[in-house]
C-alpha cells in the first residue's frame, strides 16, 4: 500500500472527482437514468487520501481486500459507507460481518450461507448483490447467467442476507451488448418478483467505461484509477 507524505497535495483528488459527477450527470440526462451513485475503490489508496475523498462528498467505499481493509477501516471517515467488492472466501467472512453494509461479490450459494451465518451472530441482516461473470471469463469469479435464478431462489430463504441487487465486471474493451445483457437480467429478475429480494442496485462500471454502463441501466458505479489515480503496488 502506498505510504502518505503529510506534505502531500490532495487537490487533484477533489478535481477527478468534480470531473467524474459532471460526466454522470451528463450521462444521466443524455440517456435518461435516475440517480447514480458513486463508490470510491479504496485498494492500496492510504486512508489519508481516502477521507480527503470524504471530506469533499464521497460517501460510499469499495473495499477489495479483507487484510487490507481490517488495516484500514479504523481509521476512516464514519461519515462513509463501506461495501465489499473484492472475491470474498468463506473463512474471511467473519472478519467484516460486523462492520461492511453490503457484500457486492457473493457468487455461491455456499458464501452467502456463511454470510448468514455471520451477520446471525452479529444480529443483523446482511445486504449482498450477486456477482455474474457476464463476459464468461475464466479469470473473473461471478456466476454464469444461467444459475442466477436458481441462486437468487435459493439465497432469499435464508434470514439474515438480503439481495438487493446484481453485480459485474465486463471484459476490458466490452461491447455495448455485454452491458446491455446485464441490465437485462437485472430487469428479468427484478419481474420475477422474488421474496426477501429488492433489484434496487445495478453495479455495473468502472473507471474505463462508467459511462457506457449508466448508459445501460447501472445506478452504482465503482471508481478507483480515475478518482486517486493509477495505483501504485509495492513489493513485499
Known sequence: METVNDREDFSYILENYKEIC??????????????????????????????????????????NRVQEYLSKKEFYDKRAQVHFIGHLQTNKVKYIADSVSLIQSVDSFKLANEINKQAGK??????ILIEINIGEEISKSGIDKSQLFELVSQISELENVRIKGLMAIPPIGAGEDVFEKMNELFCLTKEKGFENVSMDILSMGMSGDYEMAIKH???LIRIGTKLFGARNYLKG
Open 22 to 63: 459532471y460526466n454522470v450527470n451528463n450521462a444521466r440526462e443524455k440517456y435518461g437514468r435516475g440517480e447514480v451513485d458513486i463508490m470510491a475503490v479504496t485498494k492500496t489508496v492510504p486512508y489519508e487520501k481516502v477521507n480527503f475523498a470524504i471530506e469533499n462528498g464521497l460517501c460510499l467505499l469499495g473495499e
Open 122 to 127: 452479529v444480529s443483523r441482516i446482511m445486504d
Open 217 to 219: 441501466g447501472s445506478n
